[in-house]
């Protein structure tokens, strides 16, 4: 197995260790184990394209690592009363229709590729996360990092609904297979 694949790997460990520290009120130790396994995100794509490692594995479970630790800190947060679970149907309701769009492409052996608008969206989640964590971490100022956080959650989710209405429209030849 090959490096990307072990970050990719790891990551999805992460999360269980994820939820107990936060469920267990650790902040501090939820928000590095958050950023830790983000930044495996980061590095498994880069490696895998630099050193041309990409595997069908690392295609399937990159994205699934990434959807597991971020939709698994919203479940979290919505428990916690930091946003509100219609926010997170509307993200899960995007990846479902993406989803699906993949999955009957993929039945007629076509692969349709990650736009850069759906990146950016995991990106803005993952520092909205990340500002909720340590917005919890602190006793001054940690009012004003809540909303530094949700500004940036809102605009994950403006870019939830743009990304999802882009993948449509570009792969909408796929409602005639």
Do not use: H
């Not at 790891?10 to 184990?33: G, K």
């Amino acid at each position: 197995m090959n490096l990307p694949n072990k970050l990719t790997i790891a990551r999805m460990i992460s999360v269980p260790f994820f939820i107990a520290a936060y469920l267990f009120r650790y902040y501090p130790a939820a928000l590095v184990i958050f950023i830790a396994a983000s930044i495996t995100d980061y590095f498994d794509g880069k490696i895998a394209r630099s050193q041309n490692l990409v595997t069908n594995f690392g295609k399937i479970m990159d994205p699934l690592a990434d959807k597991i630790l971020v939709y698994s800190a919203l479940c979290l947060f919505i428990e916690s009363d930091i946003i509100r679970a219609w926010m997170l149907i509307l993200i899960l309701a995007r990846e479902f229709i993406v989803a699906g769009m993949r999955t009957v492409a993929a039945s007629e052996g076509t692969v349709l590729a990650a736009g850069m608008s759906g990146k950016i969206k995991t990106v803005l989640q993952m520092v909205a996360v990340i500002l909720y964590l340590l917005a919890l971490c602190l006793t001054e100022g940690g009012t004003k990092v809540m909303t530094v956080g949700n500004v940036i959650f809102w605009a994950s989710l403006v870019m939830t609904v743009y990304s999802g209405a882009e993948y449509v429209w570009k792969n909408r030849s796929i409602f005639s297979m």
